[in-house]
């Protein structure tokens, strides 16, 4: 085994004592398979995985899927598990696909291939949801497929994702099952083992009865875990953001009062033990990198620490003794390991989602003003991902508002602006995100947007599409038909441009397009098959398919304007309609004009809303649309041309008087949930009117 195969091996093996040491009870899976069904997961899978069938593992972010895959790796004796992460894998097209995996995944090649020839190789795809469609020379969906191929029936294949929807159609599949969490009889057992002696464990799980969260949520080993070695719930938390929250204050406050060394006044220890300061550090690092984890030079980690904790002195013993303290830290590890040159350097390591879920609220107020700075310039590449964050708005609640303006006026390269867009955007679609929060969304939206793109400008002309989707290959004008089985079934990088798609009966049984361009062109799927669009970008582009067929999207940009597709179509809310920055420009500042003519918008009883009479029109653009003014004077005009209110001289000001065709009902619940199209007559007419 080499050096880098021993570090590998000894990451993992620390991983998993800091995420689950010991662990003896295990989630119980749920699966329409009856040999999987309700069964604990560790045994059932490392039975199925050692007669090398391939299964794909669903569960939602702290369910347990990356600790049981450490586990499975680590401690399997019936089969030698190879795991890696699916975002460090970068597959090429050169078809050694298992060697570039073993290769990625720091094994010993020729002892893996022997243990292959054997029959004892099982391979792990972790958190394949988090990956890139196209890395490298290859699609990853073109990569699972042949990866999975190539082993069938020599190697067993485990993938784990949040959804399967973000699973590509393996033909070698054996089975799909769910982690449902830990089974309400065990869990009295996985508490104990964690709670280190603690009494109250059997109150403990009386509370959790009543809390109001499925089970597959507060039985999961990571809330479960959290709970017995401590955690005092704050009230009754309403979802699962909330308690993330409080989990990090609770290992935020734990941490701070470790006992270190030395704690004089101007110490690094003094500083490391003040929770504001120590949770500058920790933000530091966590929105400072990746989420597989980087190495950076003492240089760089003297910088971070001597700007979050500002010690008097900070010599390379102290880093060295800062490194080993934070080793096993339960929100970022920081470790030393030198380079290959041997120079000093230290692994910082965030691989739990949860955490930067838990922690974004907070690192977006002034309090964190000074790790925001420290990593302007990647922080968001560290954002949390959006199917977790979702829930955080209805928590947020009045904090919703300073996040989202402190989130915009971080974002000052088009780079981030593209990011955080997407990210929102995520949110925005969501049918989770309260319709309070749409509002604040749809303002911050807009700031970003109109901060790097030039007003009038689509979101084509500031996101370089041309260099996403749309490869040098160009079809063009034809027909193609799919009409046999062994047809390949994945494209990837190409522009279709009036070209119509067939896929026909006795075709292949899915079909994957990944970051291509369809153009006035047609999509037509005659027999059951499974579509999967992924990163695509389609104008003018039409898609219908047959009863028993499946098709989603995922990540893909379209007009919904002359785009078409089926009723039963998913993953739509993960997409970017084009042209929609313009769109949000204009609803933005509708719902901020409205906003100034109404009066208190009570959600709950909407109908009771009142308009307002002669509002000083210098008064409707002051505020957060000062920037956009132009564009609220002219939806003002265009209430005017329409009837809807009218403007009138009173001494030197001039006001704007709402008149009886003014429908403030109608306001309201475009104020509350906005949208592109209106809610009404009166805001449909108005963004028509404006979108000419």
């Known amino acids: 085994m080499t050096v880098y195969q021993k570090v590998r091996q000894s990451a993992l093996e620390s991983r998993l004592q800091a995420a689950a040491p010991d ?18 997961a560790l045994a059932a899978l490392e039975r199925r995985l050692s007669s090398r069938e391939q299964i794909v593992l669903e569960g939602p972010a702290g369910s347990g899927k990356t600790v049981l895959c450490l586990f499975l790796a680590v401690h399997a004796r019936n089969c030698h598990f190879v795991y890696l992460e699916a975002q460090r894998w970068v597959p090429t097209s050169s078809g050694e696909l298992l060697s570039e995996f073993l290769i990625t995944a720091g094994c010993d090649h020729d002892a893996a291939v022997e243990v292959l020839r054997r029959g004892q190789l099982a391979v792990i795809l972790d958190a394949i949801d988090e990956a890139p469609w196209r890395a490298g020379g290859a699609s990853l969906a073109d990569a699972v497929a042949a990866l999975s191929e190539e082993i069938s029936g020599r190697a067993g294949l485990l993938i784990t994702s949040r959804t399967l929807e973000t699973v590509p159609p393996l033909e070698a599949l054996s089975a799909k099952a769910a982690l449902g969490g830990i089974h309400p009889e065990d869990v009295e057992a996985f508490l104990a083992q964690y709670a280190g002696g603690r009494s109250g464990v059997s109150s403990l799980v009386e509370r959790l009865r009543n809390m109001p969260f499925r089970e597959s949520i507060k039985y999961s080993p990571l809330i479960l875990r959290r709970l017995a070695e401590g955690l005092s719930v704050k009230g009754e938390p309403k979802n699962l953001a909330e308690l993330f929250e409080q989990m990090a204050d609770f290992h935020i406050g734990r941490e701070c009062s470790k006992p270190v060394s030395v704690s004089t006044p101007g110490s690094w220890q003094a500083a490391y033990s003040q929770d504001d300061k120590h949770r500058d550090l920790v933000n530091a690092l966590v929105f400072g990198s990746p989420r597989e984890g980087h190495t950076i030079s003492e240089d760089a980690f003297r910088r971070v620490v001597q700007e979050m904790l500002r010690p008097d002195v900070l010599g390379a013993r102290a880093l060295v003794e800062i490194s080993t303290l934070m080793a096993e830290h339960p929100l970022v590890t920081v470790r030393y390991r030198p380079d290959q040159m041997g120079r000093d350097a230290y692994l910082v390591t965030s691989s739990h989602d949860w955490v930067r879920t838990a922690l974004f609220p907070k690192f977006l107020t002034d309090s964190c003003f000074e790790s925001q700075v420290c990593v302007s310039e990647v922080w968001h ?8 964050f979702v829930r955080a708005w209805e928590h947020l609640g009045s904090r919703a ?7 915009a006026g971080l974002v000052s390269t088009k780079d981030q602006a593209e990011g955080v867009s997407r990210w929102l955007l995520a949110q925005f679609f969501s049918s989770e995100t309260v319709a309070e929060a749409k509002t604040l969304i749809f303002s911050a939206l807009a700031r970003i947007a109109y901060k790097v793109v030039p007003p009038h400008s689509s979101i084509t002309e500031y996101v370089d599409l041309e260099g996403i989707v749309g490869g040098p290959l160009m079809v063009e004008g034809t027909t193609l038909r799919l009409n046999r089985p062994d047809q390949c079934g994945n494209m990837s990088g190409v522009t279709f441009q009036s070209v119509e798609i067939l896929l026909e009966e006795n075709g292949p049984a899915f079909l994957v397009l990944s970051n291509c361009r369809l153009r006035q062109s047609r999509l037509i799927v005659r027999t059951k098959a499974s579509i999967n669009l992924a990163g695509c970008f389609l104008e003018d582009a039409q898609i219908v398919v047959c009863d028993g067929a ?17 009723e039963n179509v998913r993953g739509l809310e993960s997409c970017v309609q084009a042209n929609v920055a313009a769109a949000l420009h204009r609803s933005y500042v509708l719902v901020e004009v409205l906003r100034r003519l109404v009066g208190g918008v009570n959600p709950a009883r909407l109908e009771i809303t009142k308009k307002r009479s002669n509002v000083g029109e210098h008064n409707i653009y002051k505020g957060v649309v000062r920037d956009l003014q132009s564009t609220a004077e002219r939806i003002v005009d265009i209430m005017i041309k329409f009837g809807f209110v009218v403007r009138k001289p009173t001494g030197g000001v001039k006001r704007i008087d709402p008149t009886g ?32």
């Open 381 to 388: 590449t560290g954002l949390p991902h959006p199917e977790d």
């Open 23 to 40: 662990s003896k009870v295990w989630p119980r899976l749920v699966s329409q398979s009856p040999s999987l069904s309700n069964q604990p």
């Open 661 to 692: 065709a003014f429908d403030a009902c109608e306001a309201a619940r475009f104020i509350t949930q906005p949208n592109t199209e209106g809610r009404g007559p009166m805001t449909t007419a108005i963004l028509a009117e404006l979108a000419k």
């Open 550 to 566: 499946t098709l989603v999207l995922n990540a893909c940009t379209f007009d919904p304007r002359t785009c078409l597709f089926p």
């Open 401 to 407: 508002a300073q996040s989202l303006d402190t989130l």
